[in-house]
């Protein structure tokens, strides 16, 4: 059902910048804005990002936001081994009544 | 410290209503401005919102599923429930519930979750 598309995998090396893309529709991103979210193995989900780039506490400064029209970012600077996760992006999207939606999910691996 | 843990049986059978409950434990989820939702990810996909209450006790859930899905709240105001009913396979999948604070620092996003439990339906 995602109306948000990410690509399936990012990768980089460690100390990398890696940036992962959210392309959405003037329904959900051009309206509104986008939370990120990281998935670790058999761990509960964590915001990484509020609001396009605002850092939850403890979420380190590595990681960063953007959102322009309709479509996101996440930027992970100087990547290290715990980074390897999946990535998904998230927002409201204003059609049929109002839904969240999330991204189909990026993989991201530290070579 | 706000926590959240799923609790429910581990397997369905097809035709039949999956049932679970979010205990919450360092707030009470009538506290205004906060709202409380289930999520899922079935294997190997990606993750669905599945609906919310909120601290009135309205409700909102996925088009996708909202002709088959109830959350409501427990009267002690330390859980809320999820119903699916008539599920099929494809509603095999991790169950997380999570608080989605409206107003604050931190909004309009699930910022605390639990560690979520697994539900097969099968025979």
């Known amino acids: 059902q995602s109306v948000l598309t990410q690509p399936p995998s990012a990768s980089g090396t460690a100390g990398q910048r890696v940036t992962i893309s959210c392309s959405g529709s003037s329904s959900n991103i051009g309206r509104n804005d986008v939370n990120w979210y990281q998935l670790l193995p058999r761990t509960a989900p964590k915001l990484l990002l509020n609001k396009n780039n605002q850092r939850p506490s403890g979420v380190p400064d590595r990681f960063s936001g953007s959102r322009s029209g309709t479509s996101a970012s996440l930027a992970i600077s100087g990547l290290q081994s715990e980074d390897e996760a999946d990535y998904f992006c998230a927002t409201w999207d204003n059609s049929l009544n109002g839904f969240y939606v999330f991204g189909t999910g990026t993989k991201v691996t530290v070579l | 410290q706000v926590q959240l843990r799923e609790s429910g049986p581990g397997l369905v059978k097809p035709s039949e209503t999956l049932s679970l409950t979010c205990i919450v434990s360092g707030v009470s989820i009538t506290t205004a401005n906060y709202h409380w939702g289930w999520i899922r990810q079935p294997p190997g996909k990606g993750l669905e919102w599945i609906g919310n209450i909120h601290d009135d006790g309205s409700t909102h859930y996925n088009p996708s599923v909202k002709s088959r899905v109830t959350i409501s709240a427990d009267t002690s105001k330390t859980q809320f429930s999820l119903r699916l009913s008539s599920v099929t396979a494809a509603d095999t999948a991790v169950y997380y519930c999570?608080?989605?604070?409206?107003?604050?620092?931190?909004?309009?996003?699930?910022?605390?979750w639990g560690q979520g439990t697994v539900v097969t339906v099968s025979p």
């Open positions: 999570a608080r989605r604070p409206v107003a604050g620092e931190i909004s309009h996003a699930f910022d605390v």
